[in-house]
């Protein structure tokens, strides 16, 4: 696997196969810290200090906002989701871990998420993660071959 950049990672609580319900909406389920680690690295070095009751939120408002920035190479000033909308709707945590230890870069890669609440999980909730890394590849579709570039 190449080197990861960037791991996104949201909650979904009673979503899954009801036909009713806005799957595009993730939920915060009383998240209050999370941590990648990518063999013996921590992303974030810091605690995130976590509380939706309360309206702390700002840190992963701010990641959400910077991978914006460096994903599409553009500085709009101002990220897609106001700051309500990111609290209602898609709280997600995106961690970047683009700049990385050399030893990171080569050779196998062992990827472990941790993350604390404030309270239990609620049952059916789904945990989503999207790992986005390097790498340059043709497919085609009328053929389904996919060929590195």
Do not use: W
Not at 38 to 57: G, M, R
Not at 96 to 121: A, P, V
Request: aromatic fraction near 12%.
């Amino acid at each position: 696997m190449e080197k990861p950049r960037f791991v996104i990672v949201g909650f979904q609580t009673n979503r899954k196969n009801y036909i009713q319900k806005n799957v595009s909406q993730f939920d915060h389920c009383k998240l209050t810290n999370m941590k990648l680690h990518l063999n013996s690295e921590v992303y974030p070095y810091d605690n995130l200090n976590l509380n939706f009751n309360k309206y702390q939120f700002s840190v992963i408002c701010g990641m959400y906002a910077r991978f914006q920035e460096s994903y599409y190479y553009e500085n709009s000033g101002e990220p897609c989701l106001t700051l309500s909308k990111f609290h209602d709707i898609a709280p997600l945590i995106v961690i970047d871990c683009s700049r990385q230890n050399e030893s990171l870069k080569t050779g196998s890669m062992d990827i472990r998420l941790e993350f604390e609440t404030n309270q239990n999980i609620p049952a059916n909730t789904s945990a989503y993660c999207k790992i986005l890394h390097d790498r340059s590849v043709r497919y085609n579709p009328l053929t389904n071959v996919m060929k590195i570039l």
